[in-house]
């Protein structure tokens, strides 16, 4: 009898300590899966908009285009295993060592995810970086500056010499491809969720040649994510977001990445009944005037290192009536000490339990990217 | 005095003095007529010599006392902007009012008189701008009288005038001259009405300035200066 | 005074006084009039948000009536001396210095909401603005005509321009645009700091003006006319010079560079105020530009933030100065 009571015991010990068993060496080796010189996991895209891959023979045609109304464009880059890239207008070979440019910091940080950051040999805003890696390669050249202001320089895009250039579809310069510089319109912004952005790792995934590490990142954490999600779900209060310039107080539109993002947090928008895909404005008064009465407050802006709710405040002092600040839900990210525009793009789980801890729907957590203003 | 320009000596004269009367001061072309009156007026600084005015040496007299004391007209006035003639005339009495520029009785009397003497009064509320380049000049010399002072300069008044003009001013300034005792001095180049009109006549042969005999027709000694008859 | 003139001076100040009112009524936010006047009082309100709603209004309204008025009168006084209709508080190249400071602050990546943002750019342009000044008032000794003046200042209106180019060839994007916002004009987030600055920067040199009447008054003849009736030339121009380019930077530096009022204005009141004298004009013109300020700031508030301040005044402003010129050929003299 003492043994059969015991049993259940034992077996719990022994299934706990199977359930430790390393895992490390189930890890797919990917570096040593074979010659590439074939295409090892075909990628579904479920979220994503913006891209598309399309399978053909041993080769992949990567394409990207808008799907608002707002904006049309297209392009697209062939990725070419067995043959030859001069058969196709646009083709790289992909590679482990290929050779990036990028116009934006926040692509910089889809290849840091998949270990390729130092593939990158040129950037937009060189002086803009602030990790110390990266400034070692820029003061060593490795990495250049290819861009003034918002234009690319030709003279400095050429002597970085990319395999690939990766930029937004609304920089209007010369072609890069007139001096036979591959180029690639990367718009993941232009995404109405989290995980849609996210999903775009893929396509990255796809020029190096890291597809399955690519797909195992966004499928960790998309996992997550939604699971997250549904905790949320009966929250239901109401915000509104940043701050006015001037006499214009903008919001991000009802479907937009960020408003969606606090829907998965349990936040309804307060301007939600504003239909249309471009920003919202009212003047100041008005948001004084109905959005004060909002639940929370949520700023995304660049302010100094230790900026309060009392700094707020001093602003402007009607915010003294707003309904959040009476009661200390204002939720801040400074965009200024944060990397909410680079790695936070990776990370919308981390995001998602920033917004939960702040709205106390989560305990025991150290938020990174959005905090409770104090 | 010895009036330079650039280091150079352009006007000399010996002491004078300048009474009460019209005096004409005839030159050619750049002989330094305008420089000579603008050097009374205190506007040129390079001369030797001295100039003084009821014992005051001009240097010293403060800008707005000195504006009481000598009224300018130049041979061309413009207004800016659509001013009435009467306003033109009221601008004489700057000197004298406060900052608001504000026309006393006095004022008034002073201005109504100098329109009487010179009969302006059709031409009070017209535009200046729109009178004629003679009636123009009457008005700046009225505008001069209107600024009630002992000494009137004149530098060419009639440079841009037909004869029949020139002789408007030139009568209107020996009505002035007879009625009242201002020192009238006026710069020209031309001969035209100086027997008529002036009391003395200033000529500046090559920098020299002559004063020309009373006794001799003025109009004949200029003419013969400039060789244009024996 | 003349009686007619007596009356439009009357007649703009009642007016002046309706449209603050109106403004103040006016807005995206419903607020009962009863309510307005409760609060203007003195007296608490139901709802907590109301007095800083009309608080808001109310500062806007005094920015547009200090800013229209100081505007005009800069633009008369520098009409007057360098005896041309077009010439506008801008053309010392005053107000530029002032756009530059402001210009360095924001394209150089500091944002007007950040902590010492809003602080900061009104310091550099004011920099930028007393920069300039005192170098006009140092070349002003050596100078012996207006003419030279007025290249002087229209050099610097585009040395400064340059300058501004340049910085926009390395500023991104946020910040280019938020420069391109600035530049068209607000009377709009004043503090009551801001506010009192400004009202003494415009007030305290406007009733220095009054040392300008009678040298103004002769300076319509020309400057050797004006000369001989006992103006100080060089003392005028300095006074000139440091009168207009205080209240002209200061409304810049507060509200943006704002065209139009400053030549239009003068313009019209001459035209329609027969007397000359500056001691008149001086205070009419004040008024009709605070008038077309205010006007601006509820046809700019009426089409909920649609129009920029800049683009009223031009749609007000560049008719009368068209219609001006024509009637400029035929009375104007030569200058």
Redesign the interface.
């Given at each position: 009898m003492k043994m059969i009571k015991s049993f259940p015991i034992i077996l719990s010990i022994l299934l706990l300590l199977g359930g430790c068993i390393d895992h490390t060496n189930d890890q797919v080796d990917f570096d040593n899966q074979g010659p590439m010189n074939s295409i090892r996991t075909e990628l579904k895209i479920d979220f994503a908009q913006g891209f598309e891959l399309i399978y053909q023979d041993q080769n992949v045609k990567i394409k990207t285009n808008s799907f608002d109304e707002n904006t049309v464009w297209r392009d697209s880059m062939a990725v070419i295993y067995n043959t030859s890239v001069e058969n196709y207008k646009k083709a790289i070979q992909p590679s482990k060592n290929l050779r990036f440019a990028c116009q934006s910091s926040t692509h910089l940080s889809f290849l840091k995810a998949l270990g390729a950051e130092d593939n990158l040999c040129g950037l937009c805003g060189v002086e803009y970086v602030t990790n110390p890696d990266l400034k070692e390669k820029i003061e060593e050249n490795e990495v250049v500056e290819i861009c003034q202001g918002e234009g690319l320089m030709q003279e400095a895009i050429l002597t970085a010499q990319p395999d690939i250039y990766l930029r937004y579809p609304f920089q209007s310069d010369f072609d890069p491809e007139d001096i036979a510089i591959n180029s690639l319109y990367i718009a993941e912004y232009l995404e109405k969720t989290p995980l849609a952005r996210l999903e775009w790792i893929k396509l990255f995934g796809v020029l190096i040649g890291k597809e399955a590490e690519a797909a195992q990142y966004f499928d960790d954490i998309s996992m997550e994510y939604i699971s997250l999600k549904k905790n949320t779900e009966n929250f239901n209060q109401t915000f509104i977001m940043n701050l006015p310039y001037q006499d214009d107080w903008y919001m991000p539109a009802s479907n937009s990445l960020v408003v969606n993002l606090m829907g998965d947090a349990g936040l309804n928008y307060f301007y939600a009944a504003d239909n249309g895909t471009e920003n919202i404005l009212h003047p100041k008064e008005a948001v004084w005037s109905d959005g004060g009465k909002a639940d929370y407050w949520i700023i995304i802006a660049a302010r100094p290192a230790d900026f309060n709710l009392n700094q707020l405040i001093a602003e402007d002092p009607a915010y003294k009536t707003f309904k959040s600040v009476k009661e200390k839900k204002v939720i801040f990210c400074n965009t200024a000490t944060v990397p909410y525009f680079t790695t936070g793009v990776l990370e919308p789980n981390v995001m998602l339990n920033d917004l939960r801890f702040a709205t106390g729907q989560l305990m025991n957590h150290q938020p990174i990217y959005f905090q409770l203003l104090e | 005095m010895d009036i330079q320009i650039n280091g150079r000596s352009l006007v000399r004269t010996k002491s004078m003095e300048l009474g009460s009367g019209i005096i004409a001061l005839v030159g050619s072309n750049g002989s330094g007529k305008s420089t000579f009156i603008r050097t009374i007026?205190g506007?040129h600084a390079e001369y030797k010599g001295e100039i003084s005015l009821f014992e005051e040496p001009i240097g010293s007299i403060d800008?707005?006392?000195?504006?009481?004391l000598?009224?300018?007209v130049?041979s061309q006035?413009?207004?800016?902007?659509?001013?009435?003639v009467r306003?033109?005339l009221g601008?004489?009495r700057?000197?004298y009012?406060n900052?608001?520029?504000?026309e006393k009785e006095k004022d008034i009397e002073i201005i109504d008189k100098v329109v009487g003497l010179l009969e302006l009064e059709n031409l009070l509320e017209k535009?200046?701008?729109?009178l004629s380049d003679g009636q123009r000049q009457l008005v700046m010399i009225g505008r001069a009288l209107v600024?009630d002072t002992p000494v009137i300069l004149l530098d060419e008044p009639g440079a841009f005038l037909d004869v029949v003009n020139k002789h408007k001013v030139m009568t209107a300034l020996r009505k002035i001259a007879n009625e009242q005792e201002k020192i009238i001095l006026f710069s020209t180049h031309s001969f035209t009405f100086l027997d008529e009109i002036c009391d003395r006549v200033l000529l500046i042969d090559k920098g020299d300035v002559k004063e020309l005999s009373p006794s001799v027709g003025f109009e004949n000694q200029v003419l013969t200066h400039f060789g244009i008859i024996e | 005074m003349a009686k007619a003139d007596k009356i439009f001076g009357i007649l703009l100040m009642l007016a002046i006084t309706l449209f603050v009112f109106v403004n103040l009524i006016i807005g995206e936010a419903e607020i009962p009039n009863s309510a307005i006047f409760a609060i203007l009082g003195g007296d608490a309100s139901d709802n907590p948000v109301w007095p800083y709603i009309v608080e808001n209004r109310l500062h806007r309204s005094i920015t547009a009536v200090l800013a229209g008025g100081g505007l005009a009168v800069s633009g008369l006084i520098l009409q007057v001396f360098f005896r041309n209709p077009l010439a506008g508080p801008g053309v010392l190249g005053v107000t530029s210095g002032a756009s530059l400071g402001v210009g360095v602050v924001i394209l150089g990546g500091i944002s007007l909401s950040a902590q010492y943002g809003a602080w900061l750019h009104i310091v550099a342009g004011l920099i930028g603005a007393l920069s300039v000044l005192a170098l006009l008032m140092f070349l002003s000794q050596f100078i012996r005509s207006a003419i030279t003046l007025l290249v002087i200042g229209l050099m610097l209106v585009f040395l400064t321009s340059a300058i501004i180019d340049v910085l926009y060839l390395w500023a991104n994007e946020t910040n280019t645009r938020s420069f391109v916002v600035w530049g068209l004009g607000s009377f709009e987030g004043l503090s009551q700091l801001d506010l009192l600055s400004l009202a003494s920067f415009v007030i305290i040199p406007f009733a220095g003006a009054l040392f300008l009447v009678k040298p103004l008054n002769a300076l319509l003849l020309g400057p050797d006319y004006a000369a001989s009736v006992g103006t100080k030339l060089k003392q005028t121009r300095l006074l000139i010079i440091c009168i207009t380019g205080i209240i002209a930077a200061s409304i810049t530096v507060y509200c943006g560079p704002i065209s139009f009022i400053g030549i239009a204005v003068p313009q019209l009141v001459r035209r329609i105020i027969r007397t000359p004298n500056h001691a008149i004009l001086l205070l009419i013109v004040f008024l009709a530009g605070a008038f077309l300020g205010i006007s601006a700031d509820l046809i700019v508030r009426l089409t909920a933030n649609l129009l920029p301040l800049n683009t009223v005044t031009a749609l007000i402003g560049a008719p009368v100065i068209i219609w001006t010129i024509i009637k400029l050929n035929k009375s104007y003299a030569q200058v």
């Open positions: - | 007026l506007r800008k707005n006392e000195l504006a009481k000598i009224a300018v130049f006035g413009n207004v800016f902007g659509d001013i009435k306003n033109v601008m004489g700057l000197p009012l900052h608001f520029a504000q535009s200046f701008n729109h600024q | -």
